[in-house]
């Protein structure tokens, strides 16, 4: 299984009050992996990355989708020496791509429970 499909589960096993829907699309280049949606947030999404190092590889089109899309966008993070995560709001795409890890404005998961509560308090 790939590095994100294992990071979707934990996704999916840690927001189980979030209805998700996730997206494989060639065609439209940049969207996000996945739409959440729940009745208090309404429709947000969440770009998935497994990074070996400090550098978020975001395509340019990823980087534009959430340019143009800066709020209730997240993009969340997962290193492979990491337990828990990092959320960004889809707004530090740019400073991410530049900067990777040390860009500013991530939140910081004590614990993958965390996930949902931040996400919904979008």
Same mark, same amino acid.
């Given at each position: 299984? $790939? %590095?994100e499909?294992?990071?979707?589960? $934990? /996704?999916k096993?840690?927001?189980p ?5 996730? /997206?494989e ?5 940049g ?9 208090? %947030?309404?429709?947000f999404t969440?770009?998935l ?7 978020? %590889?975001l395509?340019p ?5 959430? /340019?143009?899309?800066?709020? $209730?966008?997240?993009?969340?993070i ?15 795409a740019?400073?991410?791509s530049?900067? =990777?890890l040390?860009?500013? =404005? %991530?939140c910081?998961l004590?614990?993958?429970s ?6 919904l308090?979008?």
């Amino acid at each position: 299984m $790939k %590095a994100e499909s294992k990071l979707w589960q $934990k /996704v999916k096993r840690h927001t189980p009050n979030i209805t998700w829907t996730r /997206v494989e699309s060639w065609s439209s280049f940049g969207f996000p992996d996945l739409v959440g949606y729940t009745e208090k %947030a309404g429709f947000f999404t969440v770009e998935l990355k497994v990074t070996k190092s400090n550098k978020v %590889a975001l395509s340019p089109h990823q980087i534009s989708f959430h /340019v143009k899309h800066p709020t $209730k966008t997240f993009i969340l993070i997962q290193t492979r020496d990491a337990c828990s995560p990092k959320l960004y709001p889809g707004a530090c795409a740019l400073e991410l791509s530049q900067l =990777g890890l040390a860009a500013p =404005g %991530a939140c910081e998961l004590a614990s993958w429970s965390e996930l949902e509560r931040l996400l919904l308090g979008a």
